[in-house]
């Protein structure tokens, strides 16, 4: 199962910006999880927004 997950993760974190927030968006219409705990996981996105910047982009590429 771990190796199934890394392998996906691999995949997902090759994706661009773009097909990343797309996956994203396919994921909440398909996924049986509670709005409130996506909620969650919007509300700690300003927490690492500081890396969305033109000096980090190198490492949005893999």
Do not use: C
Request: charged share 30%; aromatic share 8%; hydrophobic share 45%.
């Amino acid at each position: 199962m771990a190796s199934h997950l890394d392998a996906l993760t691999r995949e997902i974190l090759a994706l661009g910006h773009e097909e990343q927030r797309e996956l994203i968006r396919r994921l909440r219409l398909g996924l049986q999880i509670p709005k409130e705990e996506w909620g969650w996981l919007r509300a700690a996105e300003p927490a690492v927004a500081f890396w969305d910047n033109p000096q980090d982009a190198v490492y949005d590429r893999p």
